[in-house]
């Protein structure tokens, strides 16, 4: 049977494993400046990350196309940047797999079976004479709103802790 507390302590103690077994392999100068080098790595995509998926996600809003393609890279982007700033070679490992397009795909098909609901976008163009609405699959729903006041009077006596 899985049990889901061992996750972290199995985590921690593969990431020690990794270590030990690059520091063996390459010394502990070898092993400190590959640390670095994929921490500086994670800060870089991390900087590049956030910019180039919001100017991405404009751009496609601006067509009137779906933005989700543009937000997912930007998520799996920032994953990958957080996971190599951590300290770890399996981190590191996974990051860099998380930057692939096809590992990015294999995810979200991954995630869709087991049932992460994604949110169907409905995009217009607005500024041009074709004023058509661009939508993905399934039912647009309409829906009007309407501000309701708190009431007036509180609906039970006051406790000695709250001010009415």
């Not at 067509?63 to 890279?73: F, I, M, N, S, Y």
């Not at 996971?83 to 590992?103: E, N, Q, R, T």
């Not at 995810?107 to 500024?127: E, F, P, S």
Request: charged share 20%; net charge positive.
């Amino acid at each position: 049977m899985f049990n889901a507390r061992l996750i972290v302590p199995a985590l921690v103690l593969a990431e020690i494993a990794g270590f030990v077994i690059i520091g063996r392999a390459i010394g502990i100068l070898g092993t400190l400046a590959l640390v670095v080098l994929a921490t500086l790595l994670g800060v870089a995509i991390l900087k590049r990350q956030g910019s180039e998926a919001l100017a991405q996600m404009r751009g496609t809003l601006r067509v009137g196309q779906d933005p989700r393609p543009a937000l997912l890279r930007g998520g799996f982007g920032l994953v990958a940047a957080l996971l190599l700033v951590m300290p770890g070679f399996l981190s590191d490992i996974v990051a860099l797999l998380l930057l692939l397009p096809p590992v990015q795909r294999a995810v979200v098909r991954h995630l869709a079976r087991k049932g992460a609901r994604v949110v169907n976008l409905q995009t217009r163009t607005y500024g041009r004479e074709e004023m058509r609405p661009r939508t993905s699959q399934g039912p647009i729903l309409e829906a009007d709103w309407e501000d309701v006041p708190p009431p007036k009077q509180p609906t039970h006596r006051p406790s000695g802790w709250t001010r009415h």
